[in-house]
């Protein structure tokens, strides 16, 4: 029995020609190992021819010899070895072994019986398993069964479909099948689409495409056994009814899950640009949220790991500080808070960094919601260096004061130590610090302080002056700012006087802390640096996090042993620029470190003095920041000083060091982490809002807007006034003016042309008399409902239409139903469509009334009214083609 490769099936070969034919049918199709079970050995002539055939390795079930002859020898002392010898043999390699059939399969399979039934097209029959000895014919079609190859296909390549190719199972052929299709452009019409059979064609008529895949004798897997008509002669189509959500959603579901607030432009793009297909908006929408749903089980299996996830953090991280708070609601644990911290980031923030902390949270962008609230401080370098992180349900006193105790604890902070918190004056935050660190300086962000100034006093004078107060360095610049702003607007004044000054105008704040940041960017920064993973599952995000956290750590440290200078690159560049402008300023040398330095104004002229041993300048700038003022900048440079001996040590090389000192540990693959005896945590309870969910954040009052990313390929020329930039909508002579079709000014028209009498616009409107315009009297024919309307009620309708001016400016006068009208009507046409709510008669233009021959007997009844009443007058011509 001979196992026939590339198939489950076996062939019973019964004598010695047999096995040669089969020996020498495999050489031809370079099979060069194979898997013999004999019951008998062949005859000594025959085991010599085939020796002779030292290409192919024979391994016979029950057999661990190396060569065929050992083979031989083996077999006549009785070592009749188990398949599993045979499997386990080093001469087969792993894709051998594939081939190799189930050894408790002990049925004789024939493949003969199945080749005929290949060749012979006949697809509405199965063959039946019999076996039959070879013959010529048996030969060849064995040789079929051999050319069958395992269909593969790489990434991003074309899917080229062969007789002959073999496929797992017969979902893999659908699939392939379906991307073929798509790939071509067209539809398929499957006229079988059976378990055991599928027949599909091109459903373009004039294109012959056809192609036949059944299953092979192992009853598993399927193979491609026909395919006619060629390539494809139909149009390929791009709205393809093979793209259909399903197929959408698993070839898109990566990039929708990576990305859940994707649009659905966006999505037909990937889809046309990747696939070459597209489909119809709804689809999209439905396949969003199909995605979404899906991955919905994340996002609550994340919450269900947390226990596991603090476990393995303290077990890697012995020092670091990870708690859960949770809430019972009815029976089901529901997560409510999780705080977590490291020790290398305490041990960096009290070695390296100043005492200057930024506090802030963000909205996460999940379907249960919640804060993300961060903690972070500047290192030497002015770089973010986040301190510990919060996910908590609200904003409010109680979680604030949740998380600010853990912090205190982990960062071993005490009450008579210098911290400094900048923050946005968030909900609950300001009774929160009062309560935990009562000690503490406060400043609150400047830019959210002018927000909420903005709204009451929005002068842009009054934005210059509240920047100048709030960047002041010392007392004389914040007066002098302040004053100016009372000049200009006491309420304005006595507002910012109310909201203590102290907390938001740097000449206040502490020159301990070395920092003269106005507003609270650093913690702004880092969150928009999370914005992408505030969309991901709770346990992805924290993961996000504590990895980035890990590589900033040795990254930074790494770069900083590279740095020639002891002073890091961000400083280096601040001392360039503020050595540029010391150039602008003159120096008068009062002793060896003592200067009086003089910067002349556009307005006056101010004087500084600097003490170089004393680290002071009276600006006050030096004293803040840590860094040389341009004034003493000068003092140092005249004196031939390196200002790199003058700048504070928090904002060197080694308070750099010693704030990526530590590390933070690696964590082992999710599968290994450790299970804990504790309930499963549940995710909080959804509050769905009544509207649409807003996922962008809310721009200040005063925040500039992000431009569209396209531009406009033509400027926009108003037909009125012939100016740039505007169209006739929206000119500024069009405002509070009468207006005749389409809101055309014909009144700015005459006012800017001398249009002689008689000339007439594409709105059909004529001036009576030189630089005099006549007013528009509209008749709508929504008033004219019927084509039996009477004259009263056509007179009715003219009479209602106005003039809004002096009659004097309109020429002629005419009587219609007892109401002075100029000499010129304009009737603005329009189509009215019947009402619902009043029956019209007879009418046959489907539903539109037809109301021309009304309104030429209104024009002729005005035509006539004017030449009676005014015969001398003369109408100008074209005054019936205006009419």
């Not at 079970?37 to 055939?53: F, H, T, V, W």
């Not at 797992?168 to 079988?192: M, N, P, R, W, Y």
């Not at 040590?649 to 599968?671: F, G, H, M, Q």
């Amino acid at each position: 029995m001979a196992q026939i490769p590339s198939s489950g099936a076996k062939q019973l070969l019964e004598t010695d020609m047999e096995l040669l034919s089969f020996v020498n049918l495999m050489l031809s199709r370079k099979i060069t190992l194979l898997l013999l079970e004999m019951k008998s050995l062949p005859s000594e002539a025959m085991q010599s021819d085939i020796l002779e055939n030292n290409q192919t390795s024979f391994i016979p079930e029950n057999s661990s010899e190396n060569t065929l002859e050992g083979m031989f020898e083996a077999y006549k002392e009785g070592n009749k070895p188990t398949m599993a010898d045979a499997i386990n043999h080093e001469q087969i390699d792993n894709e051998d072994v594939e081939n190799i059939i189930d050894p408790n399969d002990n049925s004789d399979f024939d493949n003969n019986a199945l080749l005929s039934y290949y060749e012979s097209g006949d697809e509405d029959t199965s063959p039946d398993d019999f076996h039959l000895n070879l013959d010529e014919d048996s030969i060849q079609m064995m040789a079929r069964e051999l050319r069958a190859q395992r269909f593969r296909q790489m990434a991003d390549e074309e899917i080229i479909l062969e007789v002959g190719q073999v496929f797992s199972t017969i979902d893999e052929f659908k699939s392939v099948l379906k991307d073929f299709a798509i790939q071509q452009g067209c539809v398929l019409h499957k006229e079988k689409n059976e378990r055991a059979r599928v027949t599909a064609l091109c459903a373009n008529k004039r294109c012959k495409w056809r192609i036949h895949a059944s299953l092979m004798v192992d009853k598993i897997s399927f193979m491609i056994k026909t395919i006619k008509g060629g390539a494809h002669t139909c149009v390929p189509l791009i709205k393809n009814l093979e793209t259909t959500s399903k197929w959408v959603v698993e070839k898109l579901f990566s990039v929708i899950k990576s990305n859940p607030g994707i649009s659905s432009s966006s999505i037909a793009y990937v889809l046309l640009s990747r696939f070459g297909t597209a489909t119809n908006r709804r689809r999209l929408y439905r396949v969003k949220k199909r995605v979404l749903k899906m991955c919905e089980g994340d996002y609550i299996n994340s919450y269900a790991l947390l226990n596991d996830y603090a476990n393995v953090l303290l077990m890697t991280n012995n020092d670091a500080t990870v708690k859960i708070s949770q809430e019972l609601v009815g029976n089901e644990n529901k997560f409510k808070r999780i705080f977590i911290s490291f020790k290398a980031q305490q041990q960096g923030f009290m070695k390296g960094c100043r005492g200057f902390i930024g506090l802030d949270g963000c909205h996460l962008k999940t379907s249960f919601g919640g804060i993300l609230i961060s903690v972070v401080a500047l290192d030497a370098n002015n770089g973010v260096f986040p301190l510990a992180v919060c996910l908590c349900e609200v904003e409010s006193r109680e979680s604030w004061t949740w998380f600010l105790e853990l912090f205190k604890e982990h960062m071993d902070i005490h009450n008579d130590m210098a911290i400094s918190f900048m923050s946005d004056r968030q909900k609950g935050l300001i009774h929160a610090l009062q309560d935990v660190f009562p000690s503490s300086k406060t400043r609150y962000c400047a830019r959210h302080v002018y927000a909420n100034f903005r709204k009451q006093h929005s002068a842009e004078i009054l934005r210059e002056h509240f920047w100048k107060a709030a960047r002041a360095t010392n007392k004389i610049d914040f007066d002098d700012a302040m004053t100016a702003i009372n000049k200009i607007d006491e309420n304005a004044y006595k507002w910012l006087v109310d909201n203590d000054p102290s907390t938001w105008s740097c000449h206040h704040f502490d020159p301990f802390y070395k920092t003269d940041h106005v507003t609270n960017n650093m913690s702004e920064s880092w969150n928009s640096y999370l914005n992408e993973y505030r969309r991901k599952p709770i346990l992805e995000l924290l993961e996000f996090i504590r990895m980035k956290l890990m590589k900033r750590m040795i990254r930074r440290r790494e770069k900083c042993e590279d740095w020639e200078s002891n002073i890091p690159p961000r400083v280096q560049k601040k001392i360039a620029k503020i050595a540029k402008a010391a150039r602008r300023v003159s120096i008068i040398k009062a002793s060896k470190y003592q200067f009086e330095v003089v910067e002349i104004m556009p307005d006056m002229e101010r004087h500084y003095i600097v003490d170089l041993n004393k680290w002071y300048c009276e600006c006050g700038g030096w004293q803040m920041s840590g860094l040389p003022c341009k004034h003493a900048m000068a003092g140092i440079l005249h004196s031939h000083g390196e200002p790199s001996d003058y700048v504070d040590k928090s904002l060197t090389r080694e308070a750099y060091l010693l704030t990526y000192s530590a590390t933070i540990n690696p964590l082992p693959d999710r599968i290994n982490w450790p299970k804990i005896d504790r309930p499963i945590l549940k995710p909080p309870v959804k509050k769905v809002q009544p509207e649409r969910p807003k996922l962008n954040r809310r721009k200040e009052v005063n925040e500039a807007k992000k431009k569209p990313f396209y531009k406009r390929r033509f400027t926009v020329k108003c037909s009125i006034c012939h100016e740039m930039g505007h169209n006739k909508k929206k000119c500024p002579a069009n405002k509070g003016k009468d207006v005749c079709s389409s809101s055309t000014n014909y009144q700015a028209l005459a006012e800017r042309e001398a249009l002689p009498v008689g000339v007439g616009t594409n709105k059909a409107h004529q001036l009576i008399g030189q630089q005099q315009l006549s007013t528009s009297i509209k008749v709508k024919q929504s008033k004219v409902r019927s084509m039996q309307a009477s004259q009263a009620q056509i007179n009715q309708v003219v009479a209602q239409a106005q003039p809004e001016q002096a009659p004097g400016i309109y020429g002629p006068q005419i009587t219609i139903g007892q109401q002075q009208q100029p000499a010129y009507i304009i009737v603005r046409q329009r189509r009215a469509r019947q009402g619902h709510d009043q029956g019209t008669g007879n009418n046959n233009n489907n539903g539109v009334i037809n109301t021309e021959p009304v309104l030429k007997k209104v024009r002729k009844e005005s035509k006539d009214r004017l030449n009676a009443t005014q015969p001398s007058t003369s109408m100008p011509d074209g005054f019936g083609d205006c009419m």
